[in-house]
């Protein structure tokens, strides 16, 4: 357990419907991070965080995609509209930056099936 | 542009035997490579990292060697045990210190799923 908390963990919908995931890093963390996994394939970055603020965005992340991370502590992605093949396993990681070296820190993902 | 490619794909050992995995990456700038272990269903956990200047670094029964001419790295799985069973994902780092959205230039590879036998 790395810490960093994702829930839920697995969600089944349909397509066309709404999802919503949240994700909960380690306290004193300043940076939030979300990535997509497919089956056999590394993550791929998707949109992260500094506190509060949105600070880049993957091409990835369509209009149907929205994060946020209000008060600077967990934050949520949303997926709108969705479709078969936003199947995936979402991931988050946090950080604490302050100059330097970055270990980031992931949590175990939420399992996203579309049906 | 900025690739990760690991080798094999996948690979059987049976329990107790020594594995070593690949990899090679463009990524520029440079700034450090990790591996990653994740098990089925979890998120990666990072084993090991090595900036530019570091060639081995251990934890364990995992030793990680880098060769920053070659931009190549590798690693190797001692005694191999039941519980290495996962996939292994090396990832490197373009952090440009001096931008703004520094920290978040990760290259992932593909990964190397490790099964190990009894």
């Known amino acids: 357990d790395t810490g960093v908390s994702q829930n839920p963990r697995h969600k089944i919908t349909k397509r066309g419907q709404n999802v919503t995931f949240r994700c909960d890093p380690i306290?004193?963390?300043?940076?939030l991070y979300w990535y997509r996994q497919t089956l056999g394939q590394g993550p791929e970055f998707l949109t992260y965080f500094q506190n509060e603020a949105q600070l880049e965005k993957s091409r990835l992340l369509s209009d149907r995609f929205s994060a946020e991370r209000p008060k600077g502590s967990f934050s949520t992605l949303e997926i709108q509209r969705t479709e078969q093949g936003d199947s995936a396993m979402y991931l988050c990681?946090?950080?604490?930056?302050?100059?330097?070296?970055?270990?980031?820190?992931f949590g175990p993902g939420t399992r996203l099936l579309v049906l | 542009k900025n690739q990760v490619e690991q080798s094999p794909q996948s690979l059987i050992i049976l329990e107790g035997k020594n594995c070593t995995l690949q990899c090679n990456y463009t990524v520029s700038p440079f700034s450090n490579l990790r591996w990653y272990k994740q098990d089925t269903g979890r998120g990666p956990v990072s084993l090991t990292i090595?900036?530019?200047?570091?060639n081995t670094k251990s934890n364990g029964r995992y030793t990680a060697t880098l060769d920053a001419d070659t931009k190549q790295s590798s690693l190797h799985i001692t005694a191999s045990q039941l519980s290495d069973s996962a996939s292994y994902i090396c990832?490197?780092?373009?952090?440009?210190?001096?931008?703004?959205?520094?920290?978040?230039?990760?290259?992932f590879g593909g990964g190397t799923r490790v099964l190990v036998k009894p």
């Open positions: 090595m900036t530019f200047s570091e």
């Open positions: 990681a946090s950080s604490f930056v302050s100059g330097g070296e970055e270990t980031q820190y």
């Open positions: 990832v490197v780092s373009g952090t440009d210190y001096l931008s703004k959205a520094a920290g978040n230039k990760l290259t």
């Open positions: 306290s004193e963390h300043n940076r």
